[in-house]
Structures are given as structure tokens and as C-alpha cells.
């Protein structure tokens, strides 16, 4: 595929799926423009996040910390997001270049995290990512355990927990996946209400669930597969 042929489709990507996230915004009665695309851009290589990012797609998503480190550094004006596991020895190189991370998954990473934040002066904003779907194969908190961690978070200085993240498990069906994001939205609210924090952020919704995700009161939708499928085999 030609750089013009990349361009051009992944125009017209980005434009639809924009134009789904406001058509679902305003089905659930909330402004489109509390929501942000992230693009996820793992199946391609860092010129094809480069034309995403000059398309306006600025907030750009990685699953593996080594591949944010190589996009980061050829694409520095986009505002990048981890969306998958980090590795505490991985802190000090990935953290100065995330805007936010997306999948804090355990208490050990968490903590890890506030002590990265208080050295250096300045809160790791941070989503939590929990379990929803309840399958084993995934990682975050398990749904029960969230309200404990109320009392924590309200103690931890170094990290700026905006609130949650998860994934629905793949259904023909989007609608099936309501009742996972309508569960995260309604941890988020209790966990509010128990600390007093603000918690403004839900990241949840895929390539297949997206509209749904934002239905049901996301403020992230993580999207890869509907913009980038195809465009990967582009040359670096």
C-alpha cells in the first residue's frame, strides 16, 4: 500500500469511527467531545502512528512498553497511553513518556508506581484496571476487591489515580458486552462516593464494542483493528 493509499484510508478510519463515538455520545446524552479516541496502534510500524498523529489522532496507544518506546521516539508530538502490563523495572524509561497509564494491575504495581511519582515530584496519573469479565486470562483487580482499595488510594501521593479500565470479552453481539462496562462504571461510582476523589475517567471499549463502551459512560475507547487492520505491512 502506497503512503497515499495509507493516508487516505486511514482518513476515512478515523472518520467513521469518530463519528460512531459522537453518535453514541448523544444516544446516552453526554458531549462527544468527552470522549477520547485512543488509537492503538501495536500491528503498526512507528510511520504508519506517524500519519495518525498528523491526521489529528494525537493520543496514541501501546500494549508493550519497548514498542512506546520506539513509537514515543519517532512520533514525540502524540500523547502516548501504556494499555498493557508494566513491568516495575520498566518504570523509569516508559513513565516520562505516557500520559496516562491505563492498566495498573495489582496493589505491588500501584505502590511501585506511587514511590516513582513521589521521587520524582510530580503524580503518575493512573487508571485502574479491574477483572470485569471475570476470566482467567486476564489480569487487573477482581471486581470485589476494588471497594477495599478505597482507603489506599486516598493515602497515596505519587500517583494520580483518574480511575478504571477494562475489557469485555469478544461477542458477535456488542450488546453483550453492557453489562462488564456497566459494572465498571458502577465500581467507579461507588469508589467515588466511599473516597471522595474525583475519578473522572473510564477507559473501556474495543475495535468491536466501542459504541457500547461509550454508552455506557466511557471517557476512553481504545481502538485498533477498525483503524490500523491492513496498514501494518507498510514499511517502517
Known sequence: MSDAEVR?????RLAAVRGRVADAARRSGRDPADVTL??????????????????????????????????????PAARWHLI???????????????????????????????AFGR??????????????????????????????????LMSLTGVAVRGLMTMAP??????????VFAELRGLRDALRARTGLDLPDLSMGMSNDFAVGVEEGATFVRVGTTLFEGLGERGA
Open 8 to 12: 487516505s484510508t486511514l482518513s476515512d
Open 38 to 75: 485512543v488509537a492503538v496502534t501495536k500491528t503498526v510500524p512507528p510511520a504508519v502512528a506517524a500519519v495518525a498523529a498528523e491526521l489529528g489522532a494525537l493520543d496514541l496507544g501501546e500494549n508493550r512498553p519497548q514498542a512506546l518506546w520506539a513509537k514515543a521516539a519517532a512520533v
Open 84 to 114: 498493557g502490563h508494566l513491568q516495575r523495572n520498566k518504570l523509569d524509561r516508559t513513565i516520562p513518556l505516557v500520559t496516562l497509564v491505563h492498566s495498573v494491575d495489582s496493589e505491588r504495581l500501584l505502590d511501585a508506581l506511587d
Open 119 to 152: 521521587k520524582r515530584g510530580e503524580p503518575v496519573p493512573v487508571l485502574l484496571e479491574v477483572n470485569c469479565s471475570r476470566e482467567e486470562a486476564k489480569g487487573g483487580f477482581r471486581p470485589e476487591d476494588v471497594p477495599a482499595l478505597g482507603d489506599r
Open 170 to 179: 469478544y461477542h458477535e453481539d456488542p450488546e453483550d458486552c453492557r453489562p
